[in-house]
């Protein structure tokens, strides 16, 4: 498996090891747990095709083995700015899928030559999965308080893949690729900053309640942004990272941050990001500029109304307000609406913030 370690390391992937697939039941547990609070709108397909998710050999044929892999993404990129829109990390370059899905195609090839006559399959997220289960598995990830797993590298800040092969006489328990590879140092005990510092209060006593974590409500939530949850959003337009910025694991492990993947390179400026520049953007704009990013899918509407909601935090600012009561096309009413309440609100009747 060294040969298959380098040819990772070559690409720019950690190697994290390899289990093999009839593990995979044993990822249930924890998979419904993490579930157990419900399954809201805009994230029902998690809820589905759970036989493939136990059984690999329904993705590929015959699957005997998993390989998994972490990408690391992280990049010093952060706004404080309340009139600059923020976009999380991992967003900030191109959709990661093409990426990821290209590296582990190249590992594959490289598996066939050493093994001619199997068969793999690139797992990115893009089919029913326990990633994380199996990154656990090879004994050098661990999952944190936040639900994210973290690697030695990259910390939490890494992109999950795996290669799916059906080599006969596959192992028969799980391995990291290097023996000597340590385990990551388990949350503190004690420690909640992860939770603590969560903007949306998403982490209660009952449960993890992703109807209140600001990545869903950016991302997945297909409705309205509920008025009570928008001054959590500041100026987030896309994503949040708050429980990793608070990890002190996390800041451990990245006192020398790897290089991310060129393609994972901002390509945004503060000035494109002006959430008054932002108001002004048109269908045809959002297109043009995040295509092939994460951000382009969740469509043009969805980023206004998080860019509305944004707006709703800025300090009180008069063009801001005009631009939010200008005609427009939106679906998202609501928001737009508790946004010019909320700017309004912010200036007294000489019409001084």
């Known amino acids: 498996m060294e040969a298959i370690a380098q040819k990772a390391r070559e690409l720019g992937l950690i190697p994290l090891g390899y289990a093999p697939a009839a593990l995979a039941p044993r990822g249930e547990k924890s998979f419904r747990e993490h579930l157990r609070a419900g399954i809201p709108a805009g994230v029902a397909y998690l809820g589905k095709n ?23 993404y992280y990049q010093e990129n952060l706004s404080e700015d309340p009139e600059t829109g923020r976009i999380s990390i991992y967003a900030l370059g191109r959709d990661y899928h093409k990426t990821l899905r290209k590296k582990l195609d190249l590992i594959g090839k490289h598996l066939k030559t050493l093994v001619p006559g199997c ?24 999952r944190g308080k936040n639900n994210l797993v973290r690697v030695n590298q990259g910390g ?29 140092a388990p949350c503190p005990p004690g420690c909640r900053l992860c939770q603590t510092r969560c903007p949306g209060g998403a982490f209660t006593p009952q449960g993890f309640k992703i109807e209140r974590c600001l990545s869903y409500l950016t991302i997945e939530n297909p409705g309205e942004i509920p008025p009570e949850m928008i001054p959590a959003l500041g100026n987030r337009i896309y994503g949040c990272d708050e429980c990793q910025l ?13 290089a991310p993947d060129p393609d994972f390179k901002c390509r945004y400026s503060r000035e494109l990001l002006s959430i008054s520049a932002l108001l002004d953007l048109t269908e045809e704009d959002f297109l043009r500029i995040f295509a092939g990013s994460p951000v382009f899918r969740i469509g043009y509407q969805a ?30 009413p609501l928001t737009l609406r508790e946004s010019i309440r909320a700017q309004s609100a912010k200036f007294s009747k000489n019409g001084e913030a």
């Open 119 to 142: 068969n793999t399959r690139a797992i990115t997220d893009s089919a029913p999965f326990y990633e994380q289960f199996f990154a656990e598995m090879t004994g050098i990830a661990v």
């Open 50 to 72: 759970q036989e493939a998710r136990n059984d690999p050999s329904l993705i590929l044929p015959n699957c005997s083995l998993i390989m998994s892999f972490a990408l690391p």
């Open 303 to 332: 980023f206004m109304r998080n860019v509305f909601a944004a707006a709703a935090n800025v300090p009180g600012n008069p063009e801001i307000l005009r631009k939010l009561k200008a005609p427009r096309d939106t679906v998202y």
């Open 156 to 184: 939490s800040w890494v992109f999950l893949g795996e290669l799916l092969t059906d080599i006969s006489g596959a192992v028969s328990e799980s391995r990291p690729f290097s023996a000597g590879e340590q385990h990551p």
């Open 246 to 258: 608070a990890c002190p694991e996390n800041r451990k492990l990245l006192r020398r941050p790897p």
